[in-house]
T-cell receptor, first 115, second 114 residues
Framework: EAGVAQSPRYKIIEKRQSVAFWCNPI?????LYWYQQILGQGPKLLIQ????????DSQLPKDRFSAERLKGVDSTLKIQPAKLEDSAVYLC?????????????FGPGTRLTVL | KQEVTQIPAALSVPEGENLVLNCSFT??????LQWFRQDPGKGLTSLLL?????REQTSGRLNASLDKSSGRSTLYIAASQPGDSATYLC?????????????FGTGTKLQVIP
């Protein structure tokens, strides 16, 4: 079974530029998560999708971050414009459903550096 | 608001030693607690998941315990190996009923020295 795929793996941009990350979840997984992990901290949930609908985006900085999951499969996370404090690893995860017993499977992450 | 703390932030042990990683959470009304491993440049891998009704879970050399009333969980690693070197994260899911958002701890970075 293929895992969660993310691209790019690394990205370096200057502040005020825009950037987009892509995630392909495990086939058949209905729930998709985007996390932000700042160095030395645990992952923080940015947004959670159930199929192509948003379940939770309470911690997403909506003035600069946006995400979509078209057709309930792949997802993109965009930052526009980027700030220095956005430097982090962005992790995508998926699970079969959002039930409490469903394990989340994580992708390798995208490391973003904002200069 | 649930807060999850892991102490120590970093730990270095010689190969073969048994060790314990700690996870504390402020709200005991949890549904389950999960331990993950994170290798450098990689995503998280689930190690053990303990439901709130359970006291412990075991997988190979790993044993995770849960004391909900005191807001604590421990991950015991027996006979540590250099391959165990990684960052270990615990994550807490609130009690069932409606939407449940997972809260992660800050992690413990473990180094096992050959």
């Amino acid at each position: 079974e293929a895992g969660v795929a993310q691209s790019p793996r690394y990205k370096i941009i200057e502040k005020r530029q825009s950037v987009a990350f892509w995630c392909n979840p495990i086939s058949g997984h209905a729930t998709l998560y985007w996390y932000q992990q700042i160095l030395g901290q645990g992952p923080k949930l940015l947004i959670q999708f159930q199929n192509n609908g948003v379940v939770d985006d309470s911690q997403l900085p909506k003035d600069r971050f946006s995400a979509e999951r078209l057709k309930g499969v792949d997802s993109t996370l965009k930052i526009q414009p980027a700030k220095l404090e956005d430097s982090a690893v962005y992790l995508c995860a998926s699970s079969r459903n959002r039930a409490s017993t469903d394990t989340q499977y994580f992708g390798p992450g995208t490391r973003l550096t904002v200069l | 608001k649930q807060e999850v703390t892991q102490i120590p932030a970093a730990l270095s042990v010689p190969e073969g030693e048994n060790l314990v990683l700690n996870c504390s959470f402020t709200d005991s009304a949890i549904y389950n607690l999960q331990w993950f491993r994170q290798d450098p440049g990689k995503g998280l891998t689930s190690l053990l998941l303990i439901q709130s009704s359970q006291r412990e879970q075991t997988s190979g050399r790993l044993n995770a315990s849960l004391d909900k009333s005191s807001g604590r969980s421990t991950l015991y690693i027996a006979a540590s190996q250099p391959g165990d070197s990684a960052t270990y994260l615990c994550a807490v899911r609130p009690h069932s009923g409606g939407y449940q958002k997972v809260t992660f701890g800050t992690g413990t970075k473990l180094q096992v020295i050959p």
